[in-house]
């Protein structure tokens, strides 16, 4: 029952979503159970900071990376140990400028990974989709949903993090 109230609170965008990833994935009982923080600060007053701040305090590194010339083999195994879907992608040296993002979707299309280069097949940074630490968490939903993508780079003038869709929805 709650769940049921807490969806209807919700504004038909998220609802739609949040009833079709239920339905997908039976989160309903997570929804029910959101953190304290998504409580005590409400949905509509959350930001991409929140997020993140609850991935560092589940001890969960907020991004993993790789860089353009590594094999799409050696980021498939990355996201694999790390149970992640998405790498951020650096620019060869020792700074860490952004080249792109690189998902296992884009690895699992076909081409031969270990003959691959990372920066062969990832989406670069002119296409990537970013959000901002003070982006709200509704804002980014939005963004994410109307792109249809799972991953964002959270970008203040250097990458600060990541954030998934499932880190989304676990907030709300």
């Known amino acids: 029952m709650q769940a049921l109230v807490q969806v209807q609170g919700l504004t038909s965008l998220q609802g739609a979503v949040l009833r079709s990833s239920a339905a997908k994935q039976n989160i309903m009982p997570r929804v029910a159970s959101s ?3 998504a409580e005590e600060k409400g949905l509509q007053n959350m930001t991409v900071a929140d ?20 094999s799409a083999h050696e980021a498939a195994k990355n996201m694999a140990k ?3 879907g998405s ?4 620019k060869p040296g ?5 080249a792109g993002i690189i998902t296992e979707r884009v690895i699992a299309q076909g081409r031969s990974s270990k003959y691959t280069k990372v920066g062969e097949i990832m989406t670069d ?3 990537l989709i ?7 968490i509704l804002k980014a939903m939005q963004l994410m949903t109307d792109h249809h993508i799972r991953h964002a780079p959270v970008i203040d003038g250097n990458i600060v993090g990541m954030i998934s869709i499932v880190d989304v929805f676990e907030q709300s």
């Open 51 to 70: 997020v993140l701040m609850t991935k560092r305090e589940e001890k969960v590194s907020s991004w993993f990376w790789c860089r353009t010339t590594d």
């Open 94 to 98: 020792d700074q860490q400028y952004i």
């Open 35 to 37: 953190s304290s923080s």
């Open 125 to 127: 940074e002119n296409k």
């Open 130 to 136: 970013t959000v901002a630490e003070d982006t709200n």
């Open 82 to 84: 790390n149970n992640i």
């Open 87 to 90: 790498l951020v992608v650096l």
